[in-house]
């Protein structure tokens, strides 16, 4: 496997440590608003690794910087691809919502993403009742995503 691989989970791993400490800190508001900041800014290049590790597998000729050129420049759209693409053009998917939060926090007068209430799963009572940030749903949206298209490929 390409070198993407372990740059993705790389940077997944650290936007879950900067995004867990912002949760945890009882210090300034200003420090939990940097390291939920600075765990967006990796959760991105989280994705952009990710798209960098499908254009390998898809024989891409050049590097990505985003979804369109992942597209445009691969012989063949894969499974993968097609799945980015539903998330990226849905307006209310986990996915959009965290490309604008994160383009939106390079804007001044912007704020960190607001704090959501732990939404239970099924019929499950959910366990906590403490908020969760929408960051640290994203990144699990976003991991839950990379490893289950992972394993769909070992599949094939």
């Known amino acids: 496997m390409s070198q993407w691989l372990g740059f993705t989970n790389q940077k997944l791993y650290q936007a879950r440590l900067l995004l867990d400490k912002s949760t945890q800190e009882e210090g300034p508001t200003a420090l939990n608003d940097a390291l939920e ?9 989280a994705y952009v690794s990710y798209l960098n590790e499908v254009a390998t597998v898809a024989h891409c000729p050049t590097p990505v910087e985003s979804l369109d050129t992942l597209l ?40 960190s993403p607001s704090v959501m209430p732990v939404k239970p799963r099924g019929n499950l009572i959910a366990a906590s009742s403490e908020p969760t940030s929408n960051a640290r749903q994203w990144w699990q949206s976003l991991s839950d995503l990379i490893d289950s298209q992972r394993e769909n490929r070992q599949e094939s």
């Open 37 to 45: 900041q600075g765990g967006l800014y990796l959760l991105y290049d």
């Open 72 to 111: 445009t420049n691969t012989p063949l759209v894969t499974g993968e691809m097609t799945e980015l693409r539903v998330l990226f053009d849905d307006s209310y998917s986990w996915l959009t919502a965290m490309l604008r939060a994160i383009s939106d926090q390079a804007q001044p007068g912007s704020s």
